[in-house]
């Protein structure tokens, strides 16, 4: 029987080579890529069938993490993080070294740090932000569990993370928080 570990090691290696995975978050079941890699993220455009860059979010292993990659985020942002008792996606100005068709025009990036043990292994390991949306067709429901995505999904990702790992996800879409840089707050989704 494959241990986190290993299961997170063969993640890490398909993420290196520009590959998707599709892995449990702690809210539904996601797809997956380096978020650097402008081939991979266009892949996963493909496999959803959308370009919406807006429905795209990295997940980040800490606020270090964030703050590498949304260099303009009011620290405000971090203090409602922090408090949030339920996932918690924030929209944050200044996202800079990640792959370009993964940012909207307005330079934003969508960031989460989820509190779920696989998430925060791969995240420690591969060091990077990683794609986390939705396993599902644009426009479908969010698949909650593995059992729940569209084989063609599952068929359009080169690793499959075992759902031994999956945890307690909320099986809901996480709320969403957007922040300006001076602060300001808007509630997109509770």
Sequence with gaps: ????????EEAVRTLRAGGLILYPTDTVWGIGCDAANAEAVARIYALKGSENKKAMLVLCASADMVVRYANRAPGIAFEVMELADKPLTLILPGASGL????IPEEGTLGVRIPDHEFCRRLLRAFGRPVVSTSANRSGEPAAA???D???GIVEGVDFVV?????????RKPSSIVAFTEDGAVRIIRE
Excluded: K, Y
Aim: proline letters at 7%.
């Design 149 to 151: 995505t569209a084989r």
């Design 99 to 102: 792959a370009e068709n993964l």
């Design 162 to 170: 075992d759902p031994r790992f999956e945890g307690h996800p909320t």
């Design 145 to 147: 569990t593995l059992a």
């Design 1 to 8: 029987m494959e241990s986190i570990q290993q299961e997170v």
